[in-house]
């Protein structure tokens, strides 16, 4: 017991400093933005009665919530299909389907102007609220796959089973597998809620006005800081209140006891494979390859700079973006796992909730809060290093990584832990033993998906970048500006073989490193 | 040794967080990369200070850098704001964040370009043009004032940047002092009667005018350069030649107020405001010099031959942070 709690006391220590560099930035610019001269701004707050600012409201709830119906709803269907059916080229069409997640989403935007421009569709039709709800489904859709998959992976096929000895697969899958999933379904619901909430580009290149573009004019053309980050404590509210039906459904529902080893992975035998097959591969070729193609196209379609000197120009932020990555998101998958073991094993939810406001925040906002934070003399060790874009990624990744470790945390039996105390092993060789190997997935899930993000952000990111350090997104988007459609296109082509060259090395090392003979299926 | 290794590790990591050399220098601009990298390249070639720079675009609104400055204020980490127009320059030096330096390099630029409190000095310059597609627009149906664009033959055919940001704001609030407040935005309320496009950036508009998707375009020299060098069917336009005049965008470049690397910024300012830089950015982006006699290449446009807007950029700054309001709601409409 006393173990138990020295250990929870490190925990904390260690979450709770972490946690001191992550959201204090935010919380100090939030006070003053909320007290001013000693009394609170009620004007910032009435702001958002004006009838533009609630017309943004409006929209921003319109697409978050479009978006990500859709996407789960495609996701559901796309992880099944890859996870627990036998379909034909299922690992080929998988990484086909992540591509829009590994592209900056302005650049999948362009590139979809471009298609529509090019195919004569009317600009009443491209400039509208529904090419952004299109867009950023496609982009979402893998990411809501990658996570409901690992939910489909953790169901035992005992249950699955047992059901079909004695109904049709159809009451099945609505009245097992489908309340299985739910935690993977709310989560990945509210990732893609929050991220589409928050997402700044496309409805900005497609003049949709959304509420995030509201709070950037703030900052941007007004540089009304205080306005901006009230508005943000807004943005922030409207996802804290996505929380409440997740806390009342989820919470004190009794997870089965689905943990892996021992347990077997039931997989179907479609009937007719072709459908399903002939669908996906459509769904991937209008939404992953026409884009795809396009900016291939376009980026030989000139003489001039070679792909090669493309490639050349961008070595040296390809570089600095692969290490600090990865430095990102180790520490992103680390912390994440600190704090979902301190949420679930302590019962200890509200670190959640502290880091879904983080999260929450527009990324501009969390940029100017770590400068005015961490830029003072004695801070600039901090400040003037790498140290502030780790710190940048942990905020903006930090509660993706809780979510995903979490989730597959709750899901582990207490017996298997139960069985090893009482058999005197220590706390820290059960967890060593029993839990760590029990979380491999979702860790590698969490590092994976982290990744990417950090591959890819550029919000924060170009707010605080060090002087003298080259990051890929922001050479990119820097110099995407002058620089001819080929080139632009050529640079996002670079990028995008870039992430797949290290996302295929990860899955070949997740292959060697995660022995699956255990895993029986059938 | 095992147990040391850490603190070693730590220590050594802080150390190469905080060692900064006095050879170098720190430089934001909002000056596109592409442009702005070689010229800082051959700054530290010619002077071994190396230039750690952070760049910007003002497809981004700039927001990255100037945001960063201003909240930088207490604590600069900047040596030289390189901007792309005068007006960020102005925002900043309204918040006393810039100092005065009186750069002996800039003895050959007229008046006009220059802060009267040399917060900021102007340098190579570009200028609003209407850019136009040629397969699109027939000559004799070529505008020749800003003000032809409410004309109902134009209506749905021109796009513009969004206002709020950019050289688009200061053209706006260039308009706005040159009309007059009243006059302005009678304009606007027809260009906005007429169907004008909104487009996110100048890049944007760009774009729309090469590909058809619109016949013309209000943007700078540099973006009607780059789409002249990529082949498209463009032509560019100095507008309102007999009228009050065409808007010319100076870069500048501006000291920080007690930046970390003074003299090295002071260096740097000397060398942007040039002879050789001019001639640079008249190479690679057709930006115009402010000194007289650089030698340019043919397609680069001379200030001698362009009937200038008369404008004090300073009061254009100013006004453009006061109309800042009215053209958010204009944006929306």
């Known amino acids: 017991m006393g173990k138990t709690i020295n250990s929870k006391t490190v925990l904390l220590l260690v979450a709770g400093l972490f946690l001191a560099a992550v959201v204090l930035p935010m919380g100090v610019l939030l006070f003053h933005a909320i007290f001013q001269k000693g009394s609170v701004a009620v004007e910032s707050f009435t702001s958002i009665f004006h009838k533009d600012v609630l017309q943004s409201i409006g929209n921003s709830l319109i697409i978050s919530t479009a978006v990500s119906m859709l996407s789960v709803l495609l996701g559901c269907c796309f992880a099944f299909l890859f996870s627990k059916a036998t ?69 035992n096929a005992g249950m699955e089973e047992a059901g079909m000895m004695i109904t049709s697969f159809k009451q099945v899958f609505f ?115 026409v884009p795809v193609v396009f900016l291939t196209s376009q980026t030989f379609s000139r003489a001039g700079t070679s792909f090669l000197e493309i490639v050349i120009m961008l070595l040296p932020s390809l570089k600095d973006s692969v290490l600090i990555a990865i430095a990102g998101a180790l520490i992103v998958t680390l912390f994440g796992l600190i704090f979902s073991w301190l949420t679930v094993q302590f019962k200890l939810k509200f670190l959640q909730t502290i880091l879904l406001f983080v999260f929450a925040v527009p990324a501009i ?31 903006r990744f930090l ?117 699956q003979q255990w895993r029986e299926s059938r | 040794m095992t147990k040391a290794f ?10 190469a967080c905080t060692n900064k050399s006095n050879k170098e220098v720190v ?26 720079a952070v760049f910007d675009t003002e497809e981004t609104k700039s927001t990255g850098v100037l945001n960063r400055l201003i909240a930088e204020k207490n604590n600069p980490q900047c040596d030289v704001f390189w901007s792309g127009d005068p007006m960020r320059a102005d925002v900043l030096k309204q918040r006393g964040i810039t100092e005065t330096y009186r750069s002996p390099a800039a003895s050959g630029i007229n008046e006009v370009f220059i802060d009267k409190d040399y917060n900021w000095i102007g340098f190579s310059s570009r200028a609003r043009v209407l850019l136009i597609n040629t397969n699109l627009v027939k000559p004799q149906d070529i505008p020749s004032s800003i003000l032809d664009l409410t004309n109902e033959k134009y209506k749905g055919k021109f796009t513009i940047a969004n206002p709020l940001f950019g050289t688009t704001s200061f053209h706006i609030a260039a308009l706005f002092t040159a009309l007059g407040d009243e006059k302005a935005k009678q304009f606007m309320e027809d260009l906005k009667r007429n169907g004008v496009v909104i487009a996110s950036s100048n890049g944007d508009v760009k774009k729309k005018v090469a590909t058809g998707e619109v016949q013309m375009g209000l943007t700078d020299t540099d973006d009607a350069n780059e789409a002249i060098k990529e082949g498209a069917p463009v032509k560019a336009i100095f507008l309102d030649q007999n009228g009050f005049g065409n808007l010319i965008v100076p870069n500048t470049v501006s000291l920080i107020k007690n930046s970390p690397n003074n003299q090295n910024g002071k260096k740097v300012m000397d060398f942007l405001l040039s002879v050789e830089t001019e001639k640079m950015l008249a190479e690679s982006c057709a930006q115009m010099p402010l000194h007289k006699g650089v030698a340019v290449p043919s397609t680069v446009p001379s200030l001698d031959n362009i009937v200038p807007m008369k404008v004090n950029y300073a009061e254009v700054a100013q006004k453009s942070e006061q109309i800042k309001e009215y053209l958010k709601q204009w944006a929306r409409q």
């Not at chain 1, 100017?368 to 290093?385: A, E």
């Not at chain 1, 029990?438 to 970048?465: D, K, P, W």
Request: glycine share 2%; hydrophobic share 55%; net charge positive.
């Open chain 1, 175 to 289: 009245k097992i597998v489908l309340p299985l999933l739910r935690p993977a379904l709310f989560s990945s619901f509210i990732l893609i809620f929050i991220l589409s909430l928050s997402e700044f580009a496309v409805p900005s290149f497609l003049s949709v006005p959304v509420f995030v573009t509201e709070i950037f004019t703030q900052f941007s053309a007004f540089y009304n800081y205080s306005l901006a980050a009230t508005q943000s404590l807004i943005l922030t509210a409207i996802c804290l209140l996505l929380l409440f039906p997740e806390r009342k459904y989820l919470t004190k529902e009794y997870f089965f006891p689905f943990g892996k080893k021992a347990f077997r992975f039931r997989m179907y035998e479609l009937r007719n494979k072709n459908v399903p097959l002939i669908l996906a591969m459509l769904y991937i070729i209008f939404t992953v390859l």
């Open chain 1, 365 to 395: 906002v969390t940029g100017v809060s770590l400068i005015l934070f961490y830029n003072t003399p004695s801070l600039n060790f901090i400040y003037s290093s790498i140290l502030i874009i780790l710190i940048a990624f942990s905020a």
């Open chain 2, 6 to 15: 850490p603190f070693l590790f730590i220590t050594f990591f802080l150390f």
């Open chain 1, 399 to 515: 509660f993706i990584s809780v979510k995903i470790i979490s989730d597959s945390l709750q899901q582990i039996p207490v017996s298997f832990t139960d069985a090893a105390y009482m058999m005197g092993a220590r706390p820290f060789y059960i967890f060593r033993k029993i839990t760590l190997p029990l979380l491999g997935e979702a860790l590698f899930t969490s590092f994976f998906i982290i990744l990417i993000f950090c591959l890819n952000e550029l919000s924060t990111v170009i707010m605080v970048y060090p002087p003298g350090i080259s990051l890929l997104p922001v050479t990119i988007f820097t110099r995407t500006a002058n620089a001819p459609q080929h080139i632009v296109s050529g640079m996002s082509l670079v990028a995008l073989m870039f992430t797949i060259v290290i996302l295929l090395c990860m899955l070949f090392g997740k292959k060697v490193l995660f022995n």
């Open chain 2, 27 to 52: 430089v934001y601009t909002s000056v596109d990369q592409v442009f702005s990298e070689p010229v800082l390249k051959e700054f530290e070639r010619q002077t071994g200070i190396k230039v750690n």
């Open chain 1, 87 to 155: 379909l034909p080229f299922s690992k080929a069409l998988r990484l086909l389907l992540l591509l829009p997640l590994l592209l900056p989403s302005y650049v999948i935007c362009v590139a979809w102007n471009d298609v529509w421009v090019f195919a004569g569709v009317h600009k009443n039709l491209i400039y509208s609220l529904p090419a952004v709800v299109f867009i950023l489904t496609t982009i979402y859709t893998p990411l809501a796959a990658f996570i409901i998959q690992a939910g489909f992976k953790n169901i």
